[in-house]
């Protein structure tokens, strides 16, 4: 039990592996600060954090969560968009989640691999070859945006206005542009969703409009939230996906000459990828209903939990030689995308997108290297993803 509890501040944020390190002699379960001055416990073995994401004392409603917060400082987020099913419990989430399962096993994700490949094309034909690209900015935000926007059925005169109104929700922006955008969406969303309704599409949105009219209906402001939570838990999270992924794999040239030379590769490569630099570094905030013993710790009820994916994913008892970047590693079963009943929906998807993203761009750009002449690449502020600011890469380098 640490006695000082760590502040997850710019230390965890800038290397978290190093926090991680430091944290591990003392056990898989540490007392932290977080959110201007909250008490939470932090989760940092493998088989404790796989452990607890499937524990049902372990719970996530949105509105008991608050109840829990001290008032005045940041934490969850207050909107009533945030009330969907990533934070909810049984039986809510039981209905909500098979409502989704449903609408998404209409849609074979992998039909929508050429309307992938075709953004990424897009967007790499946009690219400026001659200068020094910030690939961020530049393909890896606004290809899963522009997914999602296929993928959902935003209507092609209404993208560039959808865009504005979700770039905010990235990183550090100020609170108040975040709760404009969120009354622009929480305006459109619903004119979309009479849309969908009354002329149905071939999306996404058009059949969760369909299934939420069979028997265990969504309601609409149910619907509007799981709207919500489907642009949002597949854009910033693929967004790290693709830039923490070309940003380790550009710092070690025999593995790119690896891929380049085996494409049958990538599918591992991007399961690697994903356990070692995790889009989320922490699972969604989690509090216990009663007391929870994690080997010789007890977690009294009524406290936050933060399971560390990406510390799970560098456990050196799960994984051998866990800083390493090795595409043949056997049973990658990393937690970057959960575990229990919110493991996430969309990981066919995301999977897709890495590897659509990663193989275009090796294709395309056969010398492209990182710009280490710029500062080294900063991590956006936050204790829940783990993902770049920028990152300066030639492309014909
Ligand atoms: C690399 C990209 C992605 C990563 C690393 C990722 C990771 C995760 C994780 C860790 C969770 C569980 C969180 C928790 O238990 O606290 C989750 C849930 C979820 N994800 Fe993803 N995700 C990604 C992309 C996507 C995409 C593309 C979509 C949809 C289009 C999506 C939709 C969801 C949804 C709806 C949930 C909530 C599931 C539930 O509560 O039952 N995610 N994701």
Known sequence: MD???????????EDPQAFYRRLRPSGPVHQVIVWGGVRAWLITGYEEAKALLADPRLAKDHF????????????PHRSPLSANMLHADPPDHTRLRKLVNKA??????QHLRPRIEQIAEELIGDLDTRVTVDLIQSFALPLPIRVISALLGIPEADRAAFVSWIEPFIGSTSAARQRSAEEALGDYLPRLLADKRAQPDDDLLSELVAVSEDDDRLSEAELLSMTFLLIMAGYETTVNLIGNSVFALLRDRDKVA????DPTL???????????ESPLNTATTRFTIEPVRVGDVEIPANEFVLVALLAANHDEA??????ELDFTRSANQHLAFGHGIHYCVGAPLARLEGEVALGRLLDSFPNMA????KPVPQYRKSTLMHGLRTLPVVLNG
């Open 266 to 276: 990538l599918p591992a490569a991007v399961e690697e990828f994903l356990r070692l």
């Open 370 to 373: 990182l710009d280490t002449t």
């Open 318 to 323: 799960r994984f051998n030689h866990p800083e």
């Open 258 to 261: 690896r891929l380049r030379a």
């Open 104 to 109: 998404f096993a209409a849609r074979a994700v």
């Open 64 to 75: 008991k969560a608050l109840e829990l917060f001290p008032p005045g400082l940041g934490g």
């Open 3 to 13: 006695l000082h509890p760590e502040s997850l501040g710019s230390k965890f944020v």
